[in-house]
């Protein structure tokens, strides 16, 4: 959760730390109020995508954007509570089960292609999806194939570490943390053995505990 946390700041242009916020308050709060054990309680892909697309191409300052960013969370947060408090989840079935796959599917394209492009250290200046994936072809040539590379090997190891915990290794913390660590680790070596400098690959950067 912290890391997948600290990427979605990076995809709406925020400081990380606010993913540790994000990360920590709610399971915080849903461990004291709920009852379920096992619901996964966080930053979804969807609100961080729609808010990213709500402020994107308006000239902003930082001060600016975190405070419509906070605005618009509480909105949200304000309308989930209500739809929960009136029991409005049969609305769901309003839905077809096709619509709700394309809607998946939009979403999970347009993340695929800012973060492979994030990935790649390619900026586009496209405001559509696929907009965006013909220039990020046409920048293939720009690409920082080392720092994609890497990012690639950080994928496979969380993919791995997955694949091992659902199959092998169910109910062992240690396996669930085991991800997040080597994804650690990997970072961690980068940053001291210069590699980060001799190729220009980019960092979350220092994180404000003030």
Not at 60 to 83: A, H, N, P, Q, Y
Request: hydrophobic share 50%; with cysteine.
């Amino acid at each position: 959760m912290i890391p997948l946390s600290v990427a979605y700041c990076k995809m709406i242009s925020v400081r990380p730390e606010w993913g540790l916020f994000s990360a920590f308050y709610p399971n915080f709060v849903f461990g004291m109020l709920a009852t379920s054990r096992i619901l996964n309680v966080g930053p979804m892909a969807t609100s961080y995508l729609l808010l990213n697309e709500t402020l994107k191409g308006r000239t902003l300052t930082f001060e600016e954007r975190s405070e419509c960013l906070v605005c618009m969370s509480f909105i949200i947060g304000c309308f989930l509570t209500s739809c929960g408090f009136f029991n409005l989840g049969f609305l769901e079935v309003l839905f077809s089960q096709t619509i709700n796959s394309a809607y998946i599917a939009a979403i999970a394209l347009t993340i695929i292609i800012d973060q492979t492009a994030k990935m790649s250290i390619i900026p586009l200046k496209s405001s559509f999806t696929f907009p965006k994936l013909i220039e990020y072809i046409t920048k293939i040539p720009d690409i920082n194939w080392a720092n994609l590379l890497i990012s690639l090997i950080i994928l496979i190891m969380f993919f791995g570490f997955q694949h091992l915990k659902q199959k092998k290794f169910p109910n062992n913390l240690f396996a669930t943390l085991h991800p997040v660590m080597s994804m650690a680790l990997l970072t961690f070596l980068v940053t001291i053995t210069g590699i980060k400098d001799k190729y220009n690959i980019p960092v979350s950067g220092d994180i404000d505990i003030k």
